[in-house]
Structures are given as C-alpha cells and as structure tokens.
C-alpha cells in the first residue's frame, strides 16, 4: 500500500513537472513571436493608411476636376501644355516584400544584433542591405539565406558567427525600421555591404577598401556596394 502511494505521488510530481515545461515553453514562443505579431499589425495599419490616401487623394481629384470645369481653375493650375498641375503630391504606400514569419523573425534579429545601438535609421540600413542581397544576383534569394550565407566557412554577417544572433531583444525601434524597409523605404544607395571599421578585422577592412566602392558613413556603419 505504501509502494502503490509513493508511486502515484511521484507520477503526480512528474505530471505536474511536464505540464509546467509545456506552459513555459509555450510562453517562451509566444514572446519570442511577439516582434513579428507586432510587424504584422504594423504593416496592416500602413497598407490601410496608403489605401485611405489613395481613396482621399482620387476624391480630392474629382472635386478639382468638377471645380476646374466650371470655374476655371479651381486649386489646380494648366500647364503651358494644357495639363492639369495639382499643387499637392500623394505618397504612396505599399508593402514591397511580403515576408513569412520565419523570414520576418530573422531580418528582425539581425537588424537587431547588427544595429541595436544605432539609431531607427541605422536600423533601416541593415535592413536595406539585407534586402539589397535578396534582390542582387550575386547572393541568395532568401532572408535566411543571405543572414546565414557562408563564404570558405565563414559568415557574412558576424552575430551569427559568434551567436549574438539568438540573444538579442528586438526593440520597438526595430520592429519599426524593419516595417519601413519592407514597405520599400530605402536610403541606402544600393549599399550591399557595411562593416564597423573601429571593430572590424584590419584585413576585412582593407578588402573593403580595395574591392568595393565606399558610398557613406551613417552612425558607426560605413557603407559599401
């Protein structure tokens, strides 16, 4: 009776045991997810502001239309052509690079790892960078890819290599650079390389120098293509 007691008291200690490394394991997902839930709302929110623009900007235009016709010219002004010249510019909007979330949690991170302490736009160039790769073919044609890509066993992007990578907290700030680049900001001319002189290896930087064309410095980045 006591053996039959003990046993069911340890199987009890277990259940309870792998029921609370399920509830953690879930919670640890759940908030390593939350960046990426976060992009998301924030991508959907900037579609729906570009396409409120559109719809305002095409309303706006019919009214200047009506009034053009029939008193002249109304807010707009006619070109030496005959053209119409409307006195306002309609920026538009949408979302260029539609990423799954496993791409998504990767460019997060390393825009992360690479740009932590620099400001959102530092943030938003290693991000175009990334995605410049992604476009270019002479590299992958995947996030995931180009972030782990290797050349003779040697990463191109250095938190992966000495694993920063995997700890870093993505910041709101990221998660909003991030947001930028894929709705096509980009302000990186082309840039398909940057590196931190002050912490890079002598030699990589002497590469750099001799084989690539140096384009700006932004923050502690200098950028090349």
């Known amino acids: 009776m006591y053996k039959k007691a003990v046993s069911l008291l340890v199987l009890g200690n277990l259940i309870f045991i792998l029921g609370f490394v399920c509830v953690r394991e879930s919670e640890a997902e759940r908030i390593a997810s939350q960046p990426v839930r976060m992009l998301h709302l924030e991508l959907e929110e900037l579609e729906e502001k570009a396409r409120n623009r559109e719809k305002q900007a095409s309303v706006e235009e019919d ?23 409307v006195d306002y510019q309609v920026v538009e909007q949408k979302l260029l690079y539609d990423l799954n979330d496993s791409e998504l949690e990767v460019l997060l991170r390393i825009v992360e790892a690479e740009a932590g302490c620099e400001d959102e736009d530092g943030k938003l160039l290693v991000a175009n960078v990334v995605l410049n790769r992604v476009n270019s073919a002479q590299f992958p044609e995947t996030v995931t890819e180009v972030v782990f890509q290797q050349e003779k066993g040697v990463t191109q992007f250095s938190p992966v ?65």
């Open 63 to 85: 009214c200047q239309k009506e009034s053009s016709e029939s008193s002249g010219l109304g807010i707009a002004d006619v070109a030496v052509s005959g053209q119409r010249v």
């Open 161 to 225: 290599s000495n694993g920063s990578y995997y700890k870093v907290r993505i910041s709101e700030e990221t998660v909003n650079a991030v947001g930028r680049a894929l709705m096509g900001e980009d302000i990186s001319e082309g840039a398909l390389y940057f590196a931190a002189r002050k912490y890079a290896d002598s030699e990589k930087m002497k590469w750099f120098d001799n084989n690539l064309t140096f384009l700006f410095q932004h923050g502690g980045h200098e950028f090349f293509k």
